[in-house]
């Protein structure tokens, strides 16, 4: 290249450069008002950054918490234990599941018994627990100190004798010890036995049902989007006087290039200022969530961390689109400077491709909705189908709220300045609400989908008998194994019926039967499960069933299920047979389930002839009755090691809330694994219902982050209506305009583009809510109208809430300078 | 980008700038029913007429900021109307100076640097742009009010500095819409005796809008337009 | 306007021959005609006579004898007062012009046309005056302007009579 040439580009490239230094000149360079402005856009793209960075942080929380619970699994658990013939060698530890509950939480241990001088121990601690001895979470040793504790003690007798470190912990708020036990055996049930070299075996984590996946990503994406578009509406602040500003420099002879690198250097100040309260926000937020326990959930401020990738992308990301949407707004300024100097109104707005991103959204919807291949394996088109219908509001809005207002004659004189106003500058005034639009799109479309699945699982259970089982027969229900051979159901029911605030203490006996096989190729003996028993006295199975006739001695069975659906689902309950030879499973962990193996096999012949037993009318109760059911002297072969145990009772009206805590304390004196629940307080059920049951929390906390920022969105709004009609109001106000006529005009120029873009959002809302039912192939589409009434509450509030934000400025504007200022 | 337009004989000589019949129309509204104007180099023209007239509107066609539905503007060898845009643009940052009748100066520039903003857009170096800006705020008496911006300096001052920005740049065309509009008899003599004195100097053609005669009588000739048509084309002066 | 007082005004920055006098004049204020000699002597002798101007003695040389004028205290006086005292304003200035239009007008004639004839005539005096000021000493500007002002006070008044008339005929044209 010639020296000219190489001049040439030098000079081209300096220009370039000097475009964008003017622009940042321009961003930084006004009186008084760009900081405000600046710091305005700063915040509001700040906490946008801040929320997306604790969202890409929030996989990464997920997956600390599972690597540290796998590592203290893998040191733990090396392999499991499936009897002693499966393995030839010595294992050299051994550890089984303990735990309970104490005022509403669960507290997880583990018993650990050394079986050669130098066992591994699990991560978080430095030697094992001696027999008798405990290592515990800080939490939990905070909570043996703290008043109330005594009531906890007797079920964890141990001494303290250390603290789980951090890596053996999953959260900081987590209540977990360890204790040193001696009577395990490596042949019990649910031992687990840990051989020298490890063979850690990883499970893979459940996938979520389709359902709750499609809520979990569908919750995910309409908090994020409304994000993304907040803080797009951000960096248009204070749109109308850069455009004047822009297409003045347009009419002296920069070239659209230049206008665009201009705005690109404009945009980019508050974009990096953003990005950099973004991470201040985050890291100080962060640090403040490690001190928090939001619904029982605490993380480690190390585990918020996001992926450097995702970090990168959503510090780059954000400029980039930060800088695009200041671009796309000066097509104006450079198609027609002389009308924005002017103030010209601008051409109507096209529709045709402000619909494409939703007609696209909706044929992927019902698209992903027909296709055969689920969800879980369609997730691209179906986020993407999502994130383009959102995003389609915000472009569709200005054309609507355009149509609106071009429609409106006026008749009174704050309707006449409102709307002629929206007529000069409808898309400032539609940007002002696209957040808030997108936000209310996706929560009804949320809220349908949430409904739908409510409505669904009600109907399922009004249909099905088994939701009888929901009403329980007593208060509480106490479970456990027998601790030993001296213990029995009625010494426990004694002890607890001994308890001042305890009254209609009943209880069952429950055994597992199997039978023996023989499994290739080791030719290893094993049981397989085959039914359930329950050993109840005739006077009691006569309140459980209708039943006329009892006698000692008898037993009943289940009558045969629809024989279709048990070879579906269970294959092992074919029915008991008459005069089948059956053995007892222990449940034991403990040294009881060591006797299964040392102990004759306990075997209990079928009777020749069963009892049926009549269908369940009443509620049930505490105690299911399924497979056979045993009097008493039909099981006196069956050993106690086989024994569980089901007590009920209710409490006095004058029991404490701790009341439950010394049932605890007594069950867990006669009982191994003891357990007792009190209907009606923390949740039980099943664990997709609890994972729904967070998923739902998790999004409630994310709308509320959301509904945060849209409040300061609300305020950017206010802020950039102050900036605009200074002037306007100083004129308005210099010729005698009444300030009630000025204000009504302002809560008019709020309210109707805010009613646009809600019955917008309401209908968009709704169809996104039928489209995600129908991927979801739900039949009981449900519509949760108080909750839209709700958001419209909502979005009313917001008009006057921005309107009241705005009228100080407008006294302001009517005594002050307004009228000076360019 | 420069054209090579600048012929050195202002009279007899090619003009400069010549729009011919032009036609605009603002929706229903026509602003321009066959206007048409040219200038040569060094020679400053006059346009008036009443208010609402098409002054402002010829003034935009002529500098390729509205683009007429008929007609021609020829500049040196080019048609501006047939220029595209990147082109047109160029042409305003290199050859043409402006002084606009609203909203000119960019508020959040001090008046130095709206003064050297068209030699920025063409890419010259900031202390050059400085230096060359501040010789022509000290020629119209800015000079002391260089620190502030537009939104506390008087109407006069602004159009002063006005001026200054449209001469920055050694322009071939300078376009004055009503440049004295909002000055004083002396401070409106002042300026028009520095425009008329640059246009000699340096050649430049200048295209000045104005309302009043004794303004219009620094011309060198004057064109009256009346509801969108130019009256009185092409007359000789002398 | 009279030729004595401003020669009056033109003595009180010191005394001069009648010869100074005419030339002085000249310069300022005769842009239309110079001053006669005649007039300046025949003027200076009736201030001479009033007691408003004063001879400061004679000098003879070469040529004619030259007598040297200087203002007397009551020419102060004199001259003071007229300053002071405003202008009868000439409201029947543009007669002719008026007649012109109106006529036009009311004949159906295109008024404009005396207008755009009228406004060129002024046009081509106003731009020769602002040529001619550029060049011209500030006092000289001063009497340039006051030409200047006086023509487009004329040219806005024949446009305004311009619009006036017409918007009168439209109204009265059936
Ligand atoms: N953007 C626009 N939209 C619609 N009409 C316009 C627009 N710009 C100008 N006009 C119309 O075009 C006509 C000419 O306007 P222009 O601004 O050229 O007048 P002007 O001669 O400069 O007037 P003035 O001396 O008052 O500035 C006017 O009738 C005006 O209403
Ligand atoms: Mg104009």
Redesign the pocket.
Known sequence: MSARGNARTLRALRTRIGDFRLGVRLAVGGSRTPWGRLSLAAIGIGLGVAVLLLASSVPNMKQARDERQEARLAGVYGAYSAGPSSVDQEPVLLTAPQGTTFRGEHITGRALQPQVPDPPVPAGLEQLPGPGEMVVSPALQDLLQSPGAELLRPRLPGEVVGVIDKEGLVSPGELRYYTGVTDLSAAGVGVAAVYPEKSSRTQPGDALPPQLWIMLAFGVVVLLVPVVVFVAGTTRLAEAARSRRLAALRLVGADGAQIRRIASGEALVGAVLGVLAGWLFFLGGRQLAGHLSILGFSTFVSDIRPDWWMALLVTLAIPVITVTTAQAAMRRTIIEP??VV?Q?APRRHRMIWRLVPMILGVLGLLFVGASSASVTDLQIPFLGSIVLLLIGVPLVLPWAVERVVQRGSAKSLPWQLALRRLQLSSGTAARSVSAIAVVLTGIIGLQTFMATIEAEERSQSTQSPSSRSFQPRHEVSVRGELAGPEQSLEELTEALAGLPATRHVEGVTTVRFGTLEVEEPRKTRVKRYRTRATIVDCAMLRELRDISRCRNGEVFREAPQDPQRTRDRQPWREPVRPGERLSAMARHHGPAGAQEHTAEAATWQAPQEFRQLPEQTGPSGTFSLSGLVLTPQAAEEIPWWARSVQVGLDFTDSASPDAIERVRNVAAEYLDFSGAHQYGTASAGSDAMTTYALIRYGLLLGALVTFALIGCSLFVTAAEQIQERRRQMAVLAAVGTRRRTLGWAAFLQNAVPMLVAVVLACLVGLGLGMLVVGVASLDTLTFDLPGMLGLVAIAALSVLVVTALTLPALRRAMHTDGLHSE | MTLDASPDHREDAEPVLAGSDLHL???P????RGASLSVGAGETVAVT????????????CLAGILMPESGQVRYGDHDITALPDKQRSALRRTDFGFVF?FGQLVPELTVDENVALPLRLAGVGHKEARRRAAHWMERLEVTGIADHRPGEISGGQGQRTAVARALVADPVVVFA??PTGALDSLAGEQVMTLLSDVAEESTTAVVL?T?EPRVAAYADREVV?RD?STQREQEPVR | MSIGLTLLGLLEGGSRHGYDLKRAYDDRFGQNRSLAYGQVYSTLSRLLRDGLVAVDGVESGEGPERKRYSITPEGVEALERWLSTSEKPVADLHNTLFTKVVLAVLSGRDAHQVLDAQRRAHMDVMRDLTRRKSKADPTAQLVHDFSLFHLEADLRWLELAVSRLEQLTKEIAP
């Open positions: 002389l009308g002017r010209v | 129309s603002f929706g509204t026509p602003a321009l007429g009443s208010s609402g007239s098409g002054k402002s509107t010829l003034l935009h009748q819409d009503e809008v309302h337009i969108g």
